[in-house]
C-alpha cells in the first residue's frame, strides 16, 4: 500500500481516485432507479435489502469487507485504493439514491440505463488508471485465477453468475439492464481507459491495474 502512494502524481492520482469512486457509486444509483436491471453485485445488495432490511450502500459495505477477508488465504495485497473502494462507494450510492428521482416514463427510465452505464464506464477507467490498488471484488477474481490456474473470463463469469442468482433469489432486480451492462461495460471501459491511465509509461508502471466490478 505504501507503495503506491508514491511518485509526483500522487495529488492526481488521488483526486482521480476518490471522483471515480463517487461518480461509480451514482452509476449505481441511476441503474438502481431505473428498474430496468442492476450491475451484477447490486442484484444481490438490493436482494439483500429486501430480505434483511438496510441500504444497498450499507450492505456494499458489508459484502466489500466480507470479500476482503477472502483475500487473506489468496494472499491478495490491498492498496488504499481497494479500502476506499469498499467505503466511498458504498456512501455514495446511498447519498445519490436519497436524491435521484424514480423515473416513471420509459424514455426517462431507458436514459437512466444509458446515463448509468457510460457513468460507470467513466468512473470505473478513472479509479483503474490512478493504480492506487484494485477493488475487492477484482482481488477476489484475479485471486482464484491465480490460485486455481483458470482464465480471468472464466473465473470472472462463475463468480458474478453465482452473485447474480443468488441476488436475484433474494429478490433483487435482474433485468435488460443487467445484461447491456455486462455485454458493454468491457468495451466502454476500454475506450476511457488510455485516456485516464496516470502512468501508461514509466515509473508508475509498477502498480497494478484492475477491471471494473
Avoid at 165 to 175: D, E, Q, R, V, Y
Amino acid at each position: 500500500m505504501l507503495r503506491s502512494l508514491t511518485g509526483r502524481r500522487l495529488p492526481r492520482r488521488l483526486v482521480q481516485l476518490y471522483v471515480g469512486l463517487v461518480l461509480f457509486g451514482v452509476s449505481m444509483a441511476l441503474l438502481i432507479r431505473s428498474r430496468l436491471g442492476n450491475i451484477p453485485w447490486d442484484v444481490l445488495h438490493q436482494g439483500l435489502v429486501r430480505q434483511l432490511g438496510g441500504t444497498i450502500g450499507g450492505w456494499s459495505i458489508v459484502v466489500g469487507v466480507l470479500v476482503l477477508l477472502l483475500w487473506i488465504p489468496l494472499r491478495e495485497r490491498p492498496g488504499l485504493g481497494t479500502v476506499s473502494n469498499v467505503f466511498v462507494i458504498g456512501a455514495s450510492v446511498d447519498a445519490a439514491l436519497a436524491l435521484l428521482p424514480v423515473p416513471h416514463p420509459m424514455t426517462l427510465r431507458v436514459g437512466f440505463v444509458v446515463g448509468g452505464i457510460v457513468l460507470n464506464a467513466l468512473a470505473s477507467a478513472a479509479y483503474i488508471g490512478a493504480r492506487l490498488g484494485p477493488g475487492p471484488r477484482d482481488g477476489l477474481m484475479t485471486g482464484f485465477v491465480r490460485r486455481t490456474g483458470g482464465s480471468v473470463r472464466r473465473v470472472r463469469t462463475l463468480i458474478e453468475a453465482v452473485v447474480v442468482l443468488t441476488g436475484w433469489a433474494l429478490g433483487g432486480t435482474l433485468g435488460v439492464a443487467t445484461l447491456v451492462f455486462a455485454l458493454t461495460i468491457g468495451p466502454l471501459v476500454h475506450v476511457f481507459l488510455p485516456r485516464l491511465d496516470v502512468a501508461p509509461h514509466g515509473a508508475d508502471r509498477d502498480v497494478p491495474a484492475s477491471l471494473p466490478g
